[in-house]
Structures are given as structure tokens and as C-alpha cells.
């Protein structure tokens, strides 16, 4: 049976009205209205998640692990609901909204096994020295500790996996902290029927109501809001870099300022080594369109330019082939859609820029893009580095390796870089490597950066703009380092000590 959203807030186990009024714009399927946020229901889930703090804070890591099982359990319950919704609103095929319910249940449950092993604690001792001269050692424990509450802003480009379940509210939840989510209103169904999900767990598990709450959003004063709010200890975002960066200069501005962990923009640049690409150009070209094309180029992780060296027309034809022949995706939003198309403009417009594939696209439809540029230009024109969130590619030729890495050196931080070599380019990559490693937080070597493995090795996050935070990742079981903060226990007796230090 089709899920009805009702349209309300959810704050502390209670579904809340507020009176003025949005309607959703699905890509397909019905419209609903739901509820617009305000500042004050963010400061009741904001002191309602304080409150659920005191208990939270302290539970064991079995009753925590059980509640993001529930949660996982319960989301896996409304499996077909939520693909429905997920669908309608975001445009996404079914089989997307299927995979991606499937890492949302399953980080879940990572980060449940993850927090029951209890490395995350890193637990440190330097037993007391009483007789050491000329001062004796205390008694000194260190231990991680969950930082409060934490405010979670859904992704548009992830209804499920970076929203309201998604990976910064299990690693929030994991750590011992509440929630405070404000919801994407490209998704505020999906947002709903997830949260109905939660709820159900927290009924579950008798976790205190606190722990979470879902605010709609609508309206700007919302996110402004929940970042000042002083209950808030830390932020989880994946956005635009000027959303981001906005929200990041209010938490630095704060009396108090705390963490933004944001995740902004990144171009993922791929390098192209000359045996790799003389051997198996036309296949890394068709690879790369494929990535391009994936989620209609809506991934943080599109790989959106290939710096070549010459020899590589090769690669070139076979993208410029695959990419002429991908019919329209639809895009999540109006917004992000108008977004590519001014992105589109600005790279064609962009210093000695080269269209090979110029398609139309209108309305909510991306078409992908091919452009070619030379590297003396693209080092020229700082706009071409910017992120253009769609199926857009450039290829910049570098006349040589040492062009080529001055291309390297001068990108802003990413998320990844990636190299295609074979053995005999080693030394070139060799080369490449000190310089790649500053830029990124993920580098690979052979393969396409689509695709982001939850597991315990995997960091998303890197220099700025890539990250506000790089020494973070957002994905991973290392995520649940952002929500935690180091305490060490001098001299305190057992009673004193949390328990699992
Ligand atoms: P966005 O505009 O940055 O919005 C993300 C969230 O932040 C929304 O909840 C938004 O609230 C809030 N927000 C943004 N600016 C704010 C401000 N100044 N004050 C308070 N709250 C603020 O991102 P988006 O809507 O997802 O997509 C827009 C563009 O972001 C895309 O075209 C793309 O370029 C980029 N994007 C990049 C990634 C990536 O992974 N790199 C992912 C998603 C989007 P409202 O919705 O209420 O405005």
C-alpha cells in the first residue's frame, strides 16, 4: 500500500503541525504539503535532544548497537514505501533507491558491529607511578566520549544514505549522541516515512524520544537556526560549497564555535598515464563516461575531469562516443537543474574551452557534456576548477609529465584523484604521488570514483573545498571520530569512570 505523508515535524517522538504550509515538487507521482520548519521547533528538538543526552551519553554500547539495528530493521520494513516515495521525489530509478535503502540499513548495522568491537574508544592507561622521582605519576585513562547533540542536514542527492538515516546520523547515534535532522525538501516524504522508522526503533529499544528529531525544512531560518542553536555540538553537511560554507561561517561565528564536518565540492580528477591509456584508451574512456553518467553526474564523487597527455584522442573519441549516445536523465531539483545548466555555461564560455559534445537539455532533463581544453588554459582560468554538479566532463591536455603534475599541484583539495597506469608507467605515478596524496582523500588507481565503499578503510572527505574538515571522513566507520572528543580521567575512581572506559 502507497505511503500518505501526513506532513509533520517529528520532535522528540511527538508528530508536530506548524502552520504555514510547503508543497513537494516529486519528479513524478503526487504533491503533498508538509509543514515548514521554524526556529523555535528547532530549539524544542535541539533541547529535547540536550535532555535525551543525559541518557544517551551514557548507555551501553549493546543497547545502542540494538537501536541502530532496529532502525535498520524498521527501514527495511517499509522497503517498498520507501522506494516509492524515494522515486517520485527524487526522480532516481527504483533500482537506486533500492541499492542505496540497502547501504542506509547495512551502515546501520556496520556501525552497530563496530561500536560492540570498541576499538573506536581508543582506550589509553598510564597507570599511577607513585614512587617516580622527582614527582610521582597520577593515575592517568583516557577514553573517547560522545561530544552532545548533533545536527544533521539531509543531502539532496542521497535521499536515504546521507539524510535522515543516513550515514552522519548513524555515526551520531553510534557514538552516543541525539540527532537533530534538518530534512531536504527535494525528499520531505522519504525524509517522513525514514523518520516514522526511527520513531518506531526508539519505541523499540525504550531509547529516550530526544534522540531524534526531524525538522522540515521550507525555509532558510531553519538551517541558520540549528547551527547557532547552543544545545548543538557538532554539524554533519553535504551540499553546495556556498550552502556549506555559509552555514560553516555561522558556526565559526558562534560564541561557541563548534565543528562543521561538510562535505562541499570536489572535480575528482583523473589522470591519464601514457601505457595505460596507449594500451586501453578507448576502454577507460567508455569507463569514464559510464561514470559520468551515473545518478545523471549528481555524485560528489563524479569524476569531472580527465587530464590527459598526447596520444590520448583515442580515450577521448570513445567517451565523446558512449556520452552521445545516454538519453536524458532527470535531475533531483528545478534547482540543481538550472544549477548545470549555469555550470554548463561557464565552462563553455571558460578560457580556450572546446566543445566536443554540446547537447539541449531543459526543464528538470540533464544531457551530458563534453568539453576539451588545453592545460596552459585551464591553469589560466581558476573557474574551470570549480564542481558542475551533472554528466559534465572536461578533458585538459597537458603537453607532458611536468605539465601534468604543475595540473596536479595546482588543484584545490578533493575527495579523490585517481590514476589509470599500467606497470611501465610506475615511475610517472611515482612522481605524481606526493602531490596527489596533499589534494585527496581517497586516491585509486584503475578505477572510477563512483562508488563509495562503506567500510572501515574508506575516507570521503579532504582538502577544502572537498571537506571544512580533512581530517574527517563522512563516510566509514572513522566517521564516528567527528562526534567524539578525547577525555582523560586523572586519578578517579571506578565509581566515577564512564562505563566503558
Ligand atoms: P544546498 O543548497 O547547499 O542545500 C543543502 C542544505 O543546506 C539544505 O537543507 C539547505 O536548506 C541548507 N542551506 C543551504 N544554504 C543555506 C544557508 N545559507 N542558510 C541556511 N541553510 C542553508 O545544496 P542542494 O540543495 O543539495 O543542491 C544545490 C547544489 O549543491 C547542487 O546544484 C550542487 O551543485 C551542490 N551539491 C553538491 C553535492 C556534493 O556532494 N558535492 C551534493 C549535493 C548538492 P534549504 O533547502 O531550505 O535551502
Request: one cysteine or more.
Amino acid at each position: 500500500m502507497s505511503f500518505k505523508p501526513h506532513g509533520k515535524h517529528l520532535i522528540a517522538g511527538t508528530w508536530v503541525l506548524s502552520e504555514q504550509k510547503f508543497t513537494s515538487d516529486p519528479a513524478h507521482g503526487p504533491a503533498h504539503d508538509y509543514c515548514v520548519g521554524t526556529p523555535e521547533l528547532v530549539d524544542q528538538a535541539c533541547r529535547a535532544a540536550e535532555d535525551a543526552f543525559g541518557s544517551f551519553g551514557y548507555s551501553s554500547r549493546v543497547d545502542r548497537a540494538a537501536f541502530l539495528n532496529a532502525i535498520a530493521d524498521e527501514i527495511e520494513a517499509r522497503a517498498e514505501a520507501i522506494t516509492e516515495i524515494g522515486t517520485q521525489e527524487s526522480g532516481l530509478p527504483e533500482a537506486r533507491l533500492q541499492g542505496e535503502r540497502g547501504r542506509t540499513s547495512g551502515q546501520l548495522r556496520l556501525f552497530a558491529e563496530h561500536i560492540l568491537k570498541g576499538d573506536y574508544l581508543d582506550r589509553r592507561h598510564d597507570p599511577a607511578l607513585p614512587d617516580r622521582a622527582p614527582l610521582p605519576r597520577p593515575d592517568l585513562k583516557m577514553i573517547q566520549r560522545p561530544i552532545g547533540p548533533v545536527a544533521v542536514f539531509g543531502a539532496s542527492n542521497f535521499p536515504l544514505a546521507f539524510s535522515t538515516a543516513g550515514g552522519d546520523t548513524a555515526a551520531a547515534f553510534a557514538a552516543g549522541c541525539p540527532a537533530v535532522v534538518k530534512g531536504h525538501s527535494a525528499h520531505p516524504g522519504t525524509g517522513e516515512i525514514v523518520a516514522e522508522a526511527i520513531h518506531a526503533a526508539i519505541e523499540k529499544t525504550g531509547m529516550h524520544p530526544g534522540v531524534f528529531s526531524l525538522i522540515q525544512g521550507g525555509k532558510r531560518d531553519v538551517g541558520s537556526a540549528l547551527v547557532q542553536n547552543p544545545m548543538i555540538r557538532a554539524v554533519g553537511f553535504t551540499g553546495s560549497l556556498v550552502g556549506g560554507r555559509a552555514l560553516f561561517d555561522l558556526c565559526a561565528a558562534r560564541p561557541d564555535p563548534i565543528p562543521f564536518f561538510g562535505e562541499l565540492g570536489s572535480v575528482n580528477p583523473m589522470f591519464l598515464l601514457p601505457h595505460a591509456i596507449a594500451a586501453r584508451g578507448a576502454e577507460i574512456g567508455a569507463g569514464w563516461a559510464g561514470s559520468l553518467l551515473m545518478g545523471a553526474g549528481q555524485f560528489c564523487t563524479n569524476p569531472g575531469i580527465a587530464v590527459a597527455l598526447p596520444g590520448a584522442d583515442g580515450f577521448v573519441s570513445a567517451a565523446e562516443a558512449a556520452l552521445t549516445e545516454a538519453a536524458g536523465q532527470t535531475m533531483l531539483t528545478d534547482g540543481i537543474a538550472d544549477a548545470y545548466r549555469s555550470g554548463v555555461a561557464r565552462v563553455a564560455d571558460g578560457r580556450g574551452v572546446a566543445e566536443l559534445l554540446g547537447t539541449a537539455c531543459t526543464g528538470r532533463n540533464a544531457k551530458p557534456y563534453l568539453y576539451r581544453v588545453a592545460a596552459r588554459d585551464w591553469l589560466a582560468d581558476t573557474a574551470l576548477q570549480e564542481e558542475v554538479f551533472g554528466p559534465l566532463g572536461i578533458v585538459v591536455d597537458a603537453r607532458d609529465a611536468d605539465e601534468m603534475a604543475e595540473v596536479a599541484s595546482a588543484l584545490q583539495g578533493q575527495l579523490t584523484c585517481t590514476l589509470h597506469m599500467d606497470a611501465e608507467d610506475t615511475d610517472q605515478a611515482q612522481n605524481l604521488m606526493p602531490i596527489v596524496e596533499r589534494k585527496a582523500g581517497r586516491i585509486l588507481v584503475n578505477g572510477f570514483p563512483t562508488g563509495v565503499e562503506v567500510c572501515d578503510s574508506m575516507v570521503h572527505g579532504g582538502p577544502y573545498p572537498a571537506s571544512t574538515n580533512f581530517g574527517a571522513t563522512s563516510v566509514g566507520t572513522l566517521s564516528i571520530r567527528r562526534f567524539l572528543r578525547p577525555v582523560c580521567y586523572q586519578n578517579m575512581p571506578d565509581a566515577l569512570l564512564p562505563r566503558d572506559v
